[in-house]
């Protein structure tokens, strides 16, 4: 059974970091794009970043460049969302999704990890 699951949310400071992990199973991710998104309450789902097959290409919204990094280790079958300099607006439930082609959209979703970033 196909399947990505989340891990490394919880509750940080403002100004804090945390590390998400995106591990898959039952698929190998070597021939998918990974892309982390989020979903505040009350808002839309949005798109986060990233990463393509290789490793070779990442992708940010401007909300979060050069504050988060997306990287993957195919041979641990994970991707890493790195979080530093978090702030309160960042608070919201990250999913991964794994992508066979990023321009026709997600195939595959996990079932969230809750960040809330709060003093």
């Known amino acids: 059974q196909l399947q990505l699951v989340e891990s490394g949310g919880g509750l940080v400071q403002p100004g804090g970091s945390l590390r998400l992990s995106c591990v898959g199973s039952g698929f190998t991710m070597d021939y998918y794009a990974i892309g982390w998104f989020r979903q505040a309450p009350g808002k839309e789902r949005e798109f986060v970043a990233a990463i393509s097959w290789s490793g070779g290409s990442t992708y940010y919204a401007d909300s979060v460049k050069g504050r988060f990094t997306i990287s993957r280790d195919n041979a641990k079958n994970t991707v890493y969302l790195e979080m530093n300099k978090l702030k309160p607006e960042d608070t919201a439930i990250y999913y991964c999704?794994?992508?066979?082609?990023?321009?026709?959209?997600?195939?595959?979703w996990g079932q969230g990890t809750q960040v809330t970033v709060s003093s």
């Open positions: 999704a794994a992508s066979a082609s990023m321009d026709k959209g997600y195939d595959y």
